[in-house]
């Protein structure tokens, strides 16, 4: 399995400029994949992580983390939504996909987990905007506000 996942071509976790993401992300990522893989075949698939910070916030301010697994987020042109972290993924289809400029932000007020266990919210609200051109996004879920880099595949 890790092996399949480390040959995957399109993942962009596994490009050379980037760091390996911790094990416990790996079962987050084979979920995403499998979740893309069954796209349909005419949509276009995002999928972004970010491998530079994980920042959490609330009402009194954001928090940087020194040391962090890295999440993954996976859209698709026909509205299929997936945020993975660490042991799962919430997922679901974008309520509104909104396309201005060269951004095009996807939002859900209803992503659910998709694991039986888990110590994450059963739903979560989600917003990601992805800059198509320069293959960045930011997302802001589950009391996280990360600046991600993008693959489209």
């Not at 987050?28 to 698939?45: E, M, V």
């Not at 020194?66 to 993975?84: A, H, N």
């Amino acid at each position: 399995c890790d092996a399949a996942i480390r040959s995957h071509p399109h993942h962009p976790l596994w490009e050379k400029n980037m760091r390996r993401p911790k094990p416990a992300v790996e079962l987050s990522i084979l979920a995403l994949g499998i979740l893309l893989g069954s796209t349909s075949a005419n949509a276009k698939q995002w999928v972004c992580s970010n491998q530079a910070a994980e920042i959490s916030c609330g009402k009194t301010g954001c928090n940087v983390a020194e040391g962090f697994t890295p999440m993954s987020v996976g859209l698709d042109t026909k509205g299929k939504m997936s945020v993975c972290a660490y042991s799962g993924c919430w997922e679901g289809k974008a309520r509104k996909i909104v396309k201005t400029g060269s951004y095009t932000t996807f939002y859900s007020n209803r992503l659910k987990w998709s694991q039986n266990e888990g110590t994450g919210p059963s739903y979560i609200d989600a917003s990601v905007t992805i800059d198509r051109r320069q293959s960045y996004a930011t997302m802001l879920a589950a009391g996280y506000a990360h600046p991600m880099t993008c693959k489209l595949n």
